[in-house]
């Protein structure tokens, strides 16, 4: 499979794929826990993308976010199936008036605006430590070349047509508004009065001209008919109805043919229309082909990429800010085109600080670099996926809480449990060594509970996972944390009047639980769960799904290390961007 695929994917992706496919299956026999993830399409290799980010300001932590889902999501692919490949795919959105006002405002090119903040996004994903596989940048030649493509197809399918536009636009937002959704605002400051979008916000202006425009009002009923297909495509599914409402509203302008192409006079940063070049394409339909780029799009010859081995993504990540950009648009175009339309369409929602949107322009945003450098890059990947990882609502990022996290889950639940089992004072008490992987022949009353929660965690962690709960697949591993801790508490194996039985199951679960963890977590605290598993002793082979059973974790001599696994940080302050 791979040698034909390789014959067709950009060098970049064959290299990827084969290190992928690479890693080499569990040396353990035991049964691997049991699923609840769908079942993945035979052949078909994860693919998982980010939106991609506009270079008009520095990456935040909002970034960030909608990043690590990604990257969560494509590890915790590569982790349930290593033999199936999992592609992730960023990027920086470079096109478009806001890019080349903002160069203009800047004294710069947009090109020279483009390579130096496109290059800060690609810093954040090293930093924190991102496993993408794709960057792109929509200013790169194999860019232009599949947004071509598109434009040629969609043309020759009869989708386009010339028109002319009047009506309103955010810059901001890269978007075109009905008239129903604007309003007079005044500003506070200025008393200016101006118009604005209700739903974000941002001033619009007047425009007037000639555009080409895409048959997106042909496409309702197939939308709707995905959007209300099970497994329900968007997530969190309680975003699926404002959407069918807005497509099924006899008023809705939601589907609306829409303008995809601007006068070039008026915006020339961007991809030009084939054959027409006094236009050029709309920012977003630019963008939203980044998708289709990454995996290979125009496909030489079509078939590999017809036969589905990277396209469709699995899942794609998106904030609630952009939701009909994804949930309508991109699927509209795909069903243009006769694509498959994406599995999954993760809509992720906001960090706020102070309770309004983290953004560039309010200005209250968190830097990423100075957190990461301040707690750590695992500690802040936890801290985000695990408050902010409830989909369906809004974070509100605070140092406190960091604080908190830092100093009460990830120190004083699973640093502290560490330091009870591999204390060799207490190691020392083990009537023999071995029976710190060897289940007791005999549990008792107090070890039910700890059993009973270390035995579901890999399905309802995954479930979890299935389910788009991130908070909540985070959650079910602290339980289990917090309840050995008070297992070994109740315990008490070094008190001198404690049994052989109370040392052996308190550093048996102890144990145990930290190992589970640690391979569950991978995916999200990459760093910190291999020195988790190192200093347990656990062999680097058997970190794979199929060892997160009880029992099955094979030999291990604890080696704690000089330092904590999470050492105290000093005196936090809020970590706000100048
Ligand atoms: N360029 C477009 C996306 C094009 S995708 C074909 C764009 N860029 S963005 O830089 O403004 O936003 C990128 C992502 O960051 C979006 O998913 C957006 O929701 C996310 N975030 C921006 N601010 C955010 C928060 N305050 N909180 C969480 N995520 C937010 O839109």
């Known amino acids: 499979m791979l040698r034909a695929l390789s014959a067709r994917l950009p060098p970049e992706l064959v290299a990827l794929t084969r290190s992928h496919l690479a890693i080499s299956r569990p040396l353990s026999t035991s049964a691997a826990p049991a699923s609840t993830a769908p079942a993945a399409q035979p052949g078909k290799t994860f693919y998982a993308t980010t939106p991609i ?19 969560v999501y494509s590890r915790h692919a590569r982790l349930r199936d290593p033999q199936r490949g999992a ?9 478009g008036l806001k890019i080349q006002r903002v160069a203009e405002a800047k004294g710069t090119s947009p090109k020279e605006l483009c390579d130096s903040v496109s290059e800060r996004f690609r810093e954040l994903a090293r930093a924190a430590n991102i ?36 009506g309103w636009y955010a810059v901001s937002d890269e978007a075109y508004y009905p008239e129903s959704q604007v309003a007079e605002v005044i500003d506070e400051k200025s008393g200016e009065k101006y118009m604005a979008s209700t739903e974000t916000g941002t001033r619009v202006e007047w425009m007037e001209e000639e555009n080409y425009k895409f048959r997106l009002s042909a496409f309702r009923e197939p939308l709707l008919e995905w959007l209300m297909s099970k497994p329900h495509p968007v997530q969190p599914p309680s975003r699926t109805g404002a959407l069918v409402s807005s497509l099924t509203h006899p008023s ?19 991809i030009p229309v084939p054959d027409d070049p006094q236009h050029t394409i709309y920012v977003w339909i630019d963008a939203l082909v980044n998708y289709l780029t990454a995996a290979g799009y125009p496909w030489k010859g079509g ?38 339309l994406p599995k999954h369409l993760l809509t992720h929602g906001h960090w706020t600080m102070d309770k309004f949107k983290m953004s560039k322009s309010r200005g209250n945003v968190a830097n990423p670099f100075e957190a990461m450098k301040l707690w750590g890059v695992d500690a802040m990947r936890m801290y985000l996926m695990r408050v902010g990882g409830n989909s369906a609502s809004d974070a509100d990022y605070s140092a406190t809480e960091i604080e908190r996290f830092y100093r009460k889950d990830l120190a004083g639940q699973m640093g502290n449990l560490l330091n009870r089992v591999t204390t060799k004072k207490l190691l020392k008490k083990l009537p023999s060594p071995e029976l710190l992987w060897t289940p007791p022949t005999q549990v008792e009353k107090e070890d039910e509970t700890l059993i009973k929660l270390l035995e579901e965690l890999p399905a309802t962690f995954d479930r979890h996972l299935a389910s788009f709960e991130v908070h909540r697949a985070i ?5 289990a944390l917090a309840e050995s801790n008070r297992h070994v508490q109740l315990l008490s194996p070094w008190l001198a009047t404690a049994s052989p039985s109370s040392v052996h199951r308190a550093l048996f679960f102890g144990s145990e639980t930290l190992r589970l963890a640690g391979t569950l977590l991978q995916p999200f605290m990459p760093d910190k769960s291999a020195q988790l598993l190192d200093m347990l002793g656990v062999d680097p082979a058997r970190r794979t799904w199929r060892d997160c059973e009880v029992g099955k974790g094979g030999e291990r001599v604890p080696r704690p290390g000089k330092a904590h696994l999470w050492p105290a940080v000093a005196a936090p302050e809020a970590v706000v961007a100048p």
């Open 53 to 71: 980010f506009y270079v008009n300001a520095d990456p935040h932590i909002g970034h960030l976010h909608s990043t690590l889902l990604a990257d």
């Open 87 to 95: 592609i992730m795919c960023t990027g920086t959105d470079e096109h």
């Open 131 to 166: 496993d993408h596989q794709v960057f792109i940048r929509t200013t790169e030649s194999r860019h232009r070349r599949a947004v071509e493509h598109v434009w040629r197809e969609l043309e020759k399918r009869g989708h386009i047509y010339k028109s002319s536009y009047a």
């Open 252 to 270: 809705s302008t939601d589907l609306n043919d829409l303008s995809i192409s601007r006068p070039s006079a008026r915006l020339s940063w961007g």
């Open 303 to 340: 078939e590999a990429f017809e036969r589905g081995q990277v396209w469709p993504p699995d899942l794609q990540v998106v904030g609630k800010d952009i939701i009909r950009f994804h949930a309508l648009y991109l699927p509209a175009v795909l069903l243009a085109l006769d694509l498959p």
């Open 475 to 479: 959650a079910a591993v602290f339980d």
